[in-house]
Each structure stands twice: as structure tokens, then as C-alpha cells.
T-cell receptor, first 115, second 116 residues
């Protein structure tokens, strides 16, 4: 069975601080995909990134960066110089295989960035 | 359409009544997914469709829940004899081809269901 654990339920930071959101996953499949989604107060989920199990390169997109480590089954997300607009719930998700298997989501981390 | 559209956006119903929730996926998206999100919780998978068939119904919580999809387009999630524990946001997502592996999902804004 697949499982995604986001141990941090809520995080609060002051604007311009860096913050890392943790994600640990479990699967026995060798082919899988990892995702991060953002859910702002409006409620609509926004896709941030997809990473496949064969690509352990870290990725940076503006203030966002992702650290994928298969050795620890982790896919952590860092926001640099956080802004109030980053306040949202962030979900990590996992899909195994290469077909239509549904995403399994973690319970989410609520990030509050205070001005 | 340009995005995934769900209706109604809000629904308040009395306990014991049936409700229908509708999802219009992005045109051409063959995969469609339903999730439930209880207040302050993560997303709970309910069912997915590939075309008009549902290969995985494992997430439906009880036989009061059913879903269908017609014309590889609109999907309807029906909850019969609603209970208070059914109160949640019901999210629909679609994906262009063979699921999230290549494309990820595009989510709708959800239907907030309140059973009183």
C-alpha cells in the first residue's frame, strides 16, 4: 500500500524567512511519481511540481525548491524568502506505476506567513 | 471548457435526502477523479473514471455513494440518504490521458456539502 506522511500539521513563519515542508512517502513500486499541490484559502488546488522516481535531481523554480531523496523516501519542499501570498495548505502526493493509479495525498501542512 | 467546473459550489441538504454533485472536466481529458476533503483534513480518494468506465471504486465509503460518467465528459457523484458525516468538500479532477504520471491533475473548485 502507498502512504504519504506530512508530519508538520501547521507552520507559522515571519515574512522573508525560509521554510521547509517535509514529505515522506512509502511504496514498494520502483516506478512512481511525487507531486506537490498548493491549496490557498480560495480552496482550489494548484499543481506545483511532479517528479518521477528515476530523476533525483533537485529542482528550483524561483523561490521554490524541492529536494528528492530516495534513500530516505523524502520529497521536501522549501520556500525561500517567504511571502504572505505563500500562506496556504500544501499537499504532497504519490502515484505509483505509470498508468491511471489515483494520487494518494498526505494530510497537508498549513503554512501561515505573517507580515 | 477552460478548467474543471463543479456544480453546485455549495449545497445544504437535510439528513436523509439524496444529493447529486456534477463535474465537467476539461474537454478531451479522459481520466476523471473524485476526492473528498473533510474540514481540515487531507484528500480522500473516492473513485476514478477512464473514459466512461470506473476501474477503481475502492474509495467509495459505502453503498450510499455512486458515480457515473457519460460521453467521456460529465460525471455525477450521487449520495443517497445523506448523513452528517458526509459533510465535506467534494473535489473533482481531470487528466488528459493516462493519469497523473505525465500531467498531474487539474482540480475543480469543489462542491461544499453540508448535511444538517
Amino acid at each position: 500500500a502507498q502512504k504519504v506522511t506530512q508530519a508538520q500539521t501547521e507552520i507559522s513563519v515571519v515574512e522573508k524567512e525560509d521554510v521547509t515542508l517535509d514529505c515522506v512517502y512509502e511504496t514498494r513500486d520502483t516506478t512512481y511519481y511525487l507531486f506537490w499541490y498548493k491549496q490557498p484559502p480560495s480552496g482550489e488546488l494548484v499543481f506545483l511540481i511532479r517528479r518521477n522516481s528515476f530523476d533525483e535531481q533537485n529542482e528550483i523554480s524561483g523561490r521554490y525548491s524541492w529536494n528528492f531523496q530516495k534513500s530516505t523516501s523524502s520529497f521536501n519542499f522549501t520556500i525561500t524568502a517567504s511571502q504572505v501570498v505563500d500562506s496556504a495548505v500544501y499537499f504532497c502526493a504519490l502515484s505509483v506505476g505509470s498508468g491511471n493509479t489515483p494520487l494518494v495525498f498526505g494530510k497537508g501542512t498549513r503554512l501561515s506567513v505573517i507580515a | 471548457g477552460a478548467g474543471v467546473s463543479q456544480s453546485p459550489s455549495n449545497k445544504v441538504t437535510e439528513k436523509g435526502k439524496d444529493v447529486e454533485l456534477r463535474c465537467d472536466p476539461i474537454s478531451g481529458h479522459t481520466a476523471l477523479y473524485w476526492y473528498r476533503q473533510r474540514l481540515g483534513q487531507g484528500l480522500e480518494f473516492l473513485i476514478y473514471f477512464q473514459g466512461n468506465s470506473a476501474p477503481d471504486k475502492s474509495g467509495l465509503p459505502s453503498d450510499r455513494f455512486s458515480a457515473e460518467r457519460t460521453g467521456e465528459s460529465v460525471s455525477t457523484l450521487t449520495i443517497q440518504r445523506t448523513q452528517q458525516e458526509d459533510s465535506a468538500v467534494y473535489l473533482c479532477a481531470s487528466s488528459p490521458s493516462t493519469g497523473p504520471a505525465n500531467y498531474g491533475y487539474t482540480f475543480g473548485s469543489g462542491t461544499r456539502l453540508t448535511v444538517v
